[in-house]
């Protein structure tokens, strides 16, 4: 036989644990969803090609159009460039380049994505790398829509994913030290660890990540039903 201790005469307590878990799963739920989601997590086309513009001054609406129009007559002058152009629109399409590169890293970025021979080719035509980056997202903005989101910056994510993420540790945190009796399921033979009235089967014990296992096991009960 199970005794489940409650405080019956105040139920209001246990009722401010539940939703001090629910907001818990909520929160975990939108980080969760930033991380895999693309349309929560990824910029626009348009967004993003205006965070790749932002990294060379001399690109233009102009020099752009004029770059992508002798690309697409594909001569012997740009073949490299043009290689790796479909390189990039692969990379744009996969996870390791679902967000524009930041200042900080642009030169890696430009050795990963083009080669010496194509760096050679865009200089003689007066372009870059970044801005053969731009016409890979138009290009792939135009031909897989599906691999980019809604959002129109990415300043805005990471403030949301620190926000989020903070208030998340949080909540954890309190999960474990806002617990009262009337939230704990305890056997009564006092053999078996402590655990939650919301989850039978996850122990209190260690408090300091009694929060993140209590939404885990929410989560995966959620995802079952």
């Known amino acids: 036989m199970k005794l489940k201790i409650r405080n019956r005469r105040d139920n209001n307590l246990r009722s401010k644990f539940a939703l001090l878990v629910q907001e818990a799963v909520k929160v975990t739920q939108r980080l969760r969803a930033l991380d895999s989601n693309p349309v929560e997590s990824r910029l626009s086309p348009s967004a993003f090609l205006k965070e790749v513009m932002a990294l ?10 004029k770059l992508r129009k002798a690309l697409e007559r594909n001569p012997p002058n740009l073949t490299h460039s043009n ?37 050679a080719e865009l200089i003689k035509f007066g372009s870059s790398t970044i801005e053969l980056l731009c016409v890979a997202v138009e290009v792939a903005g135009e ?3 599906e691999c980019f989101g809604r959002r129109t910056s990415s300043a805005e994510i990471d403030k949301e994913r620190a926000e989020l993420t903070a208030k998340r540790d ?29 989850a039978p089967t996850v122990p ?21 039903n």
């Open 143 to 145: 031909r897989h829509p």
């Open 83 to 119: 290689a790796s152009l479909r390189r990039m629109v692969s990379a744009l399409r996969g996870p390791n380049l679902s967000r524009p590169p930041t200042a900080k890293h642009q030169e890696r970025t430009i050795r990963w994505l083009n080669t010496e021979p194509g760096v």
């Open 56 to 65: 060379d001054e001399n690109i233009t609406a102009k020099s752009l159009a």
């Open 170 to 198: 949080e909540l954890y945190r309190r999960i474990g030290t806002d617990v009262t009796a009337a939230d704990l399921h305890i056997d009564d033979t006092g053999t078996a660890p402590v655990c939650f009235a919301l």
């Open 204 to 224: 209190l014990a260690p408090k300091n990540s009694a929060g993140e296992r209590l939404v885990n096991h929410q989560l995966a009960q959620t995802q079952g």
